[in-house]
C-alpha cells in the first residue's frame, strides 16, 4: 500500500476542521482533511455545499479553492502508530480500500455525539435522537404532516424544533428539562455573548410552538411504534405524536483522541493554550474539547491551524474571542446541567444497551464499566457504546476505560491493510 504524505493531517470536516485545514493551508503547508462522512460540514452543516450562502458557503469554497489541501472522505481511522521521524501514520478504511497516511501533525476535529437517555419505550421506532431526527431529514427524510415532539436539554432542542417546522412537520411542543431559572441565566450569557439575533429567529420561527420548562418525558409507548409520550415534571401530560425527538445535550467525542494515547479531562480532551494535546504534534479543535457551539469550534479550528504550521503572526485576537466563545460553553454547562432526577427514569427492565439487549436491572449493581462488559456485553455491541456509553455513564457514574481500534466495525481487509 503506497503511503499519502502530508504535512499535517486533519480528521473531521465538521466547522473546526474546515476552519483548521483553512488556516494551515494559507502557510503553505500540505493539509489532507480526512472524515467518515460522505462530504464536508460536521454535523451543524451537513449536507452544505461550496455555492451555499452564509458562514458555512463561505468556508466550504475556501477550502475547495485552495489547492495545498486534499480531502479524504467515506475514510474511518483504522490504526495508528508513531511514524519515520517523529511523524505519525494513519491507517484510513475507505470505499476505495485501505489508505496510509504519513503525518508530521495531526489536528483531531471529531466532534460531539447526543446523549440519550433511557426512560420505559426509549427504544420504540419512532423515538429517535433530536439532532438524529434532523440529520435524517437533512438526508432526505419526509415528516410533512407528521407530529413530531421534541424533549431532552439544550439549544439543539430549539434547532431541531425549528428544523422540523421548516420541513412541514407539525410540532407538537418542545420539553427542556432545565428549570426556568436555569433558562434565565442562559438568556442572560447569550445576550452577553452576542447570540441574541440567533435565538430571536429561532423564537420568531416557533412561535405558537409550546415550550414547556423543567418537564421531560417519562414514558413512550404504542403497538410497534410510537403513539403518545408521556410528560412528568413541571408539566404533566400525555401527548399523541409519530415521532419523538429526544437527546439529553451533547458529549463530547473522544474516541479518536483515546485511540491517539491523548489525555482527557472532565470527558473532554484536555487541550493547552494553543490547542495542544498531551501528544506531542497532536492537536484538538472543536466539540471534542468541549462543548461549546460553533464558534468555539471555529475558532479552536483556526487557532490549532496556525499553531501547528508554526504561523504565530496570524493568532492576533484569537485568544481573546476564544476566551469570550469559552464563556458562552461555560454557560451552556451550567445552564443545561442535567437534574438528578432523569437517573430515576428507567424501569428495571428498560433496555439501556440495545446492541445486546441489555436491562437496567444488569447494570445497577455493576461497579464499573470494566465490570458491566464482563459480566453483560454492555457497549460491546454494533454501535460499540455510542448510544449507550453517555447514558450508562451518566446513570451509574462510570467513567470511561479507553478504546482499542477499530472504532467502527471495518472489513479486515482493511485492517491488515490489503
Ligand atoms: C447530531 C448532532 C446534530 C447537531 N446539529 C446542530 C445544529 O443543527 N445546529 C447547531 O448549532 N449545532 C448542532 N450540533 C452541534 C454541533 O456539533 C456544533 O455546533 C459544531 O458543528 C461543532 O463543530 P465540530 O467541527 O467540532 O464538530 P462536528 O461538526 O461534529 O464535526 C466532526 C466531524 O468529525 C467526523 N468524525 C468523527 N469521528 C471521526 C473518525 N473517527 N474518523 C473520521 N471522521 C470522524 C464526523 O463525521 C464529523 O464530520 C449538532 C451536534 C450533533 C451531535
Not at 34 to 54: F, H, M, V
Not at 115 to 132: E, N, Y
Not at 219 to 233: F, M
Not at 369 to 381: H, I, N, S
Request: hydrophobic residues 40%; contains cysteine; positive net charge.
Amino acid at each position: 500500500m503506497t503511503a499519502l504524505e502530508t504535512d499535517l493531517l486533519i480528521i473531521g470536516a465538521g466547522p473546526a476542521g474546515l476552519s483548521a485545514a483553512l488556516s494551515a493551508a494559507q502557510g503553505g503547508a500540505a493539509v489532507l482533511l480526512a472524515d467518515l462522512g460522505p462530504g464536508p460540514g460536521g454535523q451543524i452543516w451537513r449536507g452544505a455545499k461550496a455555492s451555499d450562502g452564509g458562514e458555512s458557503g463561505t468556508l466550504l469554497r475556501g477550502v475547495q479553492r485552495q489547492p495545498n489541501i486534499t480531502a479524504l472522505y467515506g475514510a474511518q481511522v483504522a490504526l495508528s502508530e508513531r511514524g519515520p521521524q517523529g511523524g505519525h501514520a494513519v491507517q484510513f478504511s475507505t470505499p476505495q480500500g485501505p489508505r496510509r497516511v504519513l503525518a508530521q501533525k495531526i489536528i483531531l476535529a471529531s466532534g460531539a455525539t447526543e446523549r440519550f437517555l433511557p426512560f420505559p419505550g426509549w427504544t420504540l421506532p419512532g423515538v429517535v435522537g433530536a439532532g438524529g431526527l434532523q440529520a435524517m431529514v437533512k438526508s432526505g427524510l419526509d415528516v410533512r404532516g407528521a407530529r413530531v415532539l421534541v424533549a431532552g436539554s439544550g439549544p439543539l432542542l430549539l434547532a431541531v424544533a425549528a428544523g422540523m417546522r421548516a420541513a412541514g412537520a407539525e410540532v407538537v411542543g418542545v420539553a427542556e428539562q432545565a428549570s426556568p431559572t436555569r433558562l434565565l441565566g442562559f438568556g442572560l450569557a447569550a445576550q452577553r455573548g452576542g447570540k441574541v439575533g440567533e435565538a430571536a429567529k429561532l423564537l420568531w420561527a416557533l412561535r405558537g410552538v409550546p415550550y414547556w420548562p423543567a418537564t421531560y418525558p417519562v414514558e413512550a409507548s404504542g403497538g410497534e411504534r410510537l403513539t403518545q409520550v408521556e410528560l412528568g415534571g413541571l408539566t404533566r401530560r400525555t401527548l399523541e405524536c409519530d415521532w419523538l425527538a429526544a437527546g439529553f445535550g451533547l458529549v463530547p467525542d473522544t474516541r479518536l483522541a483515546a485511540l491517539f494515547g491523548c489525555a482527557l479531562e472532565g470527558g473532554a480532551v484536555k487541550v493547552g493554550a494553543w490547542q495542544q494535546t498531551s501528544q506531542p504534534g497532536i492537536y484538538a479543535a472543536g466539540e471534542l474539547t468541549g462543548i461549546g457551539g460553533v464558534d468555539k469550534a471555529r475558532l479552536e479550528g483556526s487557532m490549532a491551524g496556525y499553531t501547528a504550521t508554526g504561523q504565530v503572526e496570524r493568532l492576533r485576537d484569537l485568544p481573546t474571542q476564544l476566551e469570550q466563545a469559552r464563556h458562552f460553553q461555560a454557560s451552556l454547562s451550567r445552564s443545561f446541567a442535567l437534574r438528578p432526577s432523569l437517573r430515576t427514569l428507567p424501569a428495571a427492565g428498560t433496555l439501556i444497551c440495545r446492541c445486546e439487549d441489555v436491562p437496567h436491572a444488569a447494570l445497577q449493581a455493576c461497579p464499573s464499566w470494566t465490570e458491566a462488559k464482563l459480566q453483560t456485553r454492555c457497549g460491546m455491541g454494533t454501535c460499540q457504546g455510542r448510544v449507550c456509553g453517555p447514558a450508562a455513564e451518566t446513570l451509574y457514574g462510570w467513567t470511561f476505560t479507553g478504546v482499542r481500534p477499530p472504532l467502527l466495525p471495518l472489513p479486515l481487509a482493511d485492517l491488515l491493510g490489503e
